[in-house]
């Protein structure tokens, strides 16, 4: 894979269509499917069966097409035959988005909701409610703010051992996450043409210039 970032969004909706989910279920491996078979609801299967199948047309694109999937110590999936290649799934609702990379990355996307106060003040650190409190749409803020700290512990792959308390997040002209009064050196990107969603990516070094390409993939099999 040329270094650089490839963004990738999807929609479950086609997964409705019986004929569309079989084929996207079949081409799955058995761990997938497995995986997709333990939920008791449609849209849970859809969306995991949906993320499966994006995260496999992402690393053909990288060209990897025998990917050996395994999870590291904090249950951080990787590419056990393809180390050089880094790779994170999310989903919200209808929505999938999956991020590949050459260097640690990590991504989220959430469905803006309302009635977030009470969360921020319970798990944000105090300059990342003030920023709530302060802004004219405080839902959007919220999960701007969510989406971005979600990001950021998925890229670094320290999973729950890492309170969202621990750090804090700076929005403004330039995004950076910062432990103990020191920028931790992680780049942030934002997709705001997401309708409803806020979605976030974060990839570890300095990627003001990074090559980055962004693809909304159509599951039934049309780009």
């Not at 499966?52 to 097409?65: C, E, H, P, Q, T």
């Not at 988005?97 to 803006?112: H, L, P």
């Not at 792959?157 to 996450?177: N, P, Q, R, V």
Request: overall charge negative; charged content about 30%.
């Amino acid at each position: 894979m040329k270094p650089g970032i490839r963004i990738y969004f999807a929609d479950t909706e086609t997964l409705k269509n019986e004929a569309v989910y079989g084929k996207l279920y079949n081409s799955l491996p058995e761990e997938r499917k497995k995986k997709a078979d333990r939920f008791r609801f449609e849209k849970d299967r859809f969306l995991s069966v949906g993320a499966g199948a994006l995260l496999l047309k992402a690393l053909s694109d990288a060209g990897i097409d025998d990917a050996e999937f395994a999870e590291g110590e904090k249950q951080k999936p990787f590419i056990k035959n393809h180390p050089e290649i880094f790779f994170n799934l999310s989903h919200s609702e209808e929505k999938i988005m999956c991020v590949v990379s050459d260097r640690e990355v990590g991504c989220d996307i959430e469905k803006i909701k309302k009635n977030t106060n009470d969360i921020a003040g319970r798990y944000f650190a105090v300059e990342e409610k003030n920023a709530i409190d302060s802004a004219e749409r405080k839902d959007e803020m919220f999960f701007r703010i969510w989406t971005l700290k979600e990001s950021y512990i998925k890229a670094i792959g320290l999973g729950l051992s890492l309170s969202l308390k621990d750090f804090s997040i700076i929005t403004g002209d330039e995004i950076s996450a910062v432990c103990g009064g020191i920028k931790t050196g992680y780049s942030f990107f934002e997709f705001r043409d997401i309708g409803g969603y806020c979605c976030s990516c974060c990839v570890k070094g300095d990627q003001k210039d990074l090559p980055m390409k962004i693809e909304f993939i159509d599951l039934s099999g049309g780009n």
